[in-house]
C-alpha cells in the first residue's frame, strides 16, 4: 500500500511543476503591458497599432463666444386661435378631441340658442317695414318737392324710414357673424342653431366644452395652434443683449426630448425689460419641417455674438482626473517603441469634438500629441 501511494506521488509532482511553469508563463503574457517611469509612458508600435492609437498635433480652431440662454417652443400669434362664440348658447354638437386635424373653415360646434330665432324673427319683419317705409318716405319727398304735403310729415317718413335701414343692416350683419344666412332667413328658413368654423388650419390643443354646455361669447371654447411655423422665443439677461444682433446664430437642444443640437438664427430682439431683468429674443429655426418640434418645449440655447482663434487638439486627447487636465506628449521614438510624457494643462473652450489648451511655453507646432487611446494609459 505505502508503495503504491509513493509511485503515485512521484508521477504528481513532475505534473505539479509543469501546471505551475505554465502558468507563469501565461501571467507573464497577460502582464505584458505598457512600462511606465514617473510621467514617462513606453510602449511598443504593435501596441499602438492594435490599440488603433493615433498622434496629432496643435490646431488652429475657430471657437465661439456665447451668450447662454433659456427658452420654449412657441408659434407666432397669428398660428395660434382660441375659439369664442359670438352669442352664448348650448353646445349641441362637438366631435373633435385633443390632437385632431382641422382645416380652416371646419365646423368646429354647433351652438343653440332660442334667441337665434327671435333675432332671425325680427330681421324678417325689419325687412318688410322697410320696404313699406322707403316707398312712403320717397311718396313723401315727392309731395315736399311739390309744395303738397308739410315738411313735418316728409321729415318723419324720412326718419322712420332711415331707423328701419339702419336696423335692417345692424340685423344682417349680426346673423353674418352667427354664421347664419340672411338670404335663406329672408326666404323664410329660420334655425335656432348656428355653427362655428374654424379661423385656421392647424391642430385642436385644447377643448373647454362638451356636449351640452352653455358657453357665454367671453367663454373659450377651444383652441387651434397651425405649427407649420414655429420659432424660439428665448430670456436674454439683460447684462447680455448689448452683444446680440439680428442674424447671428443660435444653436439649441432639448434637453427632455433629444440629445441632438439644432440650428436657429436670431430673428427680432425685444426693445423692453421684462420684471425679471431678461429681454426676449425671438429666432426663427433651420429646417423645421424635419423636426417634430411642440409647443412649449424647453429649449437650452447658445446664441453665438462673436468667435476667437485658439490652439486646440481633440477633446478625446484630454483626461481631466481630480479637476485636472492632462495630455500625453510623444518624447522620443526610438526603434520600435514610443515614450510619451503626462503633462497637466490649463483647458479653455470646446466646441465640435476640438479643446482649446493653453500653449505659453510649453508646445509649439512640432509637438505631438497622443489623440486616441489616451483613457487606457494615464492613470496606469
Known amino acids: 500500500m505505502k508503495h503504491l501511494i509513493y509511485k503515485i506521488l512521484v508521477l504528481a509532482l513532475p505534473l505539479s511543476f509543469i501546471n505551475c511553469e505554465d502558468l507563469k508563463q501565461e501571467n507573464n503574457k497577460a502582464s505584458e503591458n505598457v512600462a511606465t517611469s514617473d510621467d514617462n509612458i513606453v510602449l511598443t508600435k504593435a501596441q499602438f497599432e492594435q490599440s488603433a492609437m493615433k498622434l496629432g498635433g496643435l490646431e488652429e480652431r475657430s471657437f465661439p463666444i456665447v451668450v447662454k440662454t433659456n427658452g420654449m417652443i412657441d408659434v407666432p400669434p397669428e398660428n395660434r386661435a382660441v375659439v369664442s362664440a359670438t352669442m352664448g348658447g348650448y353646445i349641441k354638437k362637438t366631435p373633435l378631441l385633443i390632437g385632431d386635424i382641422v382645416k380652416k373653415g371646419q365646423v368646429l360646434v354647433t351652438i343653440e340658442n332660442p334667441e337665434f330665432v327671435s333675432m332671425q324673427q325680427e330681421y ?104 407649420d411655423h414655429i420659432h424660439i422665443e428665448l430670456a436674454v439677461f439683460e447684462k447680455d443683449i448689448m452683444n446680440v444682433k439680428k442674424g447671428q446664430r443660435i444653436t439649441f437642444k432639448i434637453p427632455e426630448a433629444s440629445t441632438g443640437a439644432f440650428e436657429a438664427e436670431v430673428h427680432l430682439i425685444g426693445k423692453s425689460i ?8 425671438h429666432g426663427h429655426p433651420k429646417d423645421e419641417s424635419k423636426n417634430n418640434f411642440l409647443i412649449g418645449m424647453f429649449v437650452e440655447a447658445n446664441i453665438i455674438t462673436n468667435s476667437s482663434l485658439a490652439k486646440a487638439i481633440p477633446s478625446e486627447a ?20 514610443y515614450t510619451f510624457t503626462q503633462i497637466e494643462v490649463k483647458t479653455g473652450n470646446s466646441y465640435e469634438g476640438y479643446t482649446a489648451i493653453d500653449t505659453v511655453n510649453t508646445f509649439d507646432a512640432s509637438t505631438l500629441f497622443l489623440t486616441k487611446g489616451v483613457f487606457d494609459l494615464v492613470g496606469e
Open 124 to 227: 324678417v319683419e325689419v325687412k318688410e317695414q322697410l320696404t313699406y317705409l322707403k316707398s312712403e318716405y320717397e311718396r313723401q319727398k315727392t309731395l315736399f318737392d311739390e309744395n303738397i304735403t308739410s315738411q313735418k310729415k316728409y321729415l318723419k317718413a324720412q326718419s322712420e324710414y332711415k331707423t328701419a335701414r339702419a336696423k335692417y343692416n345692424g340685423l344682417h350683419k349680426q346673423l353674418s357673424m352667427l354664421n347664419i344666412s340672411p338670404t335663406n332667413v329672408e326666404k323664410g328658413i329660420i334655425t335656432s342653431t348656428t355653427m362655428i368654423y374654424a379661423p385656421i388650419s392647424g391642430s385642436i390643443t385644447k377643448v373647454n366644452v362638451n356636449k351640452g354646455t352653455f358657453v357665454s361669447p367671453a367663454s373659450p371654447i377651444m383652441e387651434i395652434i397651425d405649427n
Open 274 to 281: 421684462n420684471e425679471n431683468r431678461t429681454i426676449l429674443v
Open 318 to 337: 484630454i483626461v481631466v482626473i481630480d479637476n485636472s487636465s492632462y495630455v500625453l506628449i510623444l518624447e522620443s521614438e526610438n526603434g520600435d517603441e
